[in-house]
Nanobody, 125 residues
Framework: QVQLVESGGGLVQAGGSLQLSCATS????????MGWFRQAPGKERGVVAV????????YYADSVKGRFASSRDNVKNTVYQQMNSLKPDDTAVYYC??????????????????WGEGTLVTVSS
């Protein structure tokens, strides 16, 4: 059974930082591209960041470039997202996602094989 479990969400003031983690089990993690999506109240879920199987190739939505950074540990089967300079507009439920292709391209297009249950990030002004 595949599981993706996010953690690290919470309440933070604008300008602050958080690090999200997504621990996975039940899949050959090092063969999967991983990504982070978010859904704000009243809005559709959208991609935030994606990372290829090795961790050496990443891509970010324009709204978070320069502020967010994704990384992964293929020994711990975990993907991370460091979020800096947080803004109130970053408030959302953040979801971890996995795609069984090594490249992140499909994931960036929304082609997701597995989802986590999400973790809430609230940024106060």
């Amino acid at each position: 059974q595949v599981q993706l479990v996010e953690s690290g969400g919470g309440l933070v003031q604008a300008g602050g930082s958080l690090q999200l983690s997504c621990a996975t089990s039940g899949l050959p993690f090092s063969s999967y591209a991983m990504g982070w999506f978010r859904q704000a109240p009243g809005k559709e879920r959208g991609v935030v960041a994606v990372i290829n199987w090795s961790g050496r190739d990443t891509y970010y939505a324009d709204s978070v470039k320069g502020r967010f950074a994704s990384s992964r540990d293929n020994v711990k089967n975990t993907v991370y997202q460091q979020m800096n300079s947080l803004k109130p507009d970053d408030t959302a439920v953040y979801y971890c996602a996995a795609d069984d292709r090594r490249s992140w391209y499909g994931l960036f297009q929304g082609d997701v094989d597995y989802w986590g249950e999400g973790t809430l990030v609230t940024v106060s002004s």
